[in-house]
């Protein structure tokens, strides 16, 4: 049988989950990156606070369907920076998975309190941005597992299982 690892093909000529997993982070931190990037080029988006810091509900500046402010676009930023560092190996991918499954996770329970509640200030979220930031805590925590699994698979501390 041919050795298929310099592709990262099996020898159905399929991806591997090593290499999934890593296209997986690559994408996630590419979009993450224009996303966060692109808010800062927002018209408008960078004087968004009131002289009295944050009064009164505003709408938000959007890209896309998304809410864009600074706080927002260094998290996206980093969050895509983060992705794409990790998407060079296996097991940066898994550890990016479960530190931004926990950011992600935090910021869209954020969101929505910060939508639900009301906070006294001008909530820079939209249920898209929850959405998207739920969507992607629950798509790292499987690229955490499945990065863990693969990772301990290639370190011989699990036996005897299919990843």
Known sequence: MAD???TGTDATGRRSLPQAL???ALVL???YLVLGAGGFFVPGNAALATPDGFEGHVAPHTL???SVGPVL?????LGGLA???A???VSGTALFGLAGSVGFASVGAFGVLALTYDTGGRPDFTWADVVLHLATAAVLVALAHLGFRVVNREAGDHPGGDV
């Open 64 to 66: 896309l369907v998304f």
């Open 87 to 89: 998407a060079r190996s």
């Open 4 to 6: 298929h690892t310099a």
């Open 73 to 77: 676009n260094v998290i996206h930023t």
């Open 22 to 24: 890593r296209l997986v």
């Open 29 to 31: 931190g590419a979009g």
């Open 83 to 85: 992705g794409l560092a």
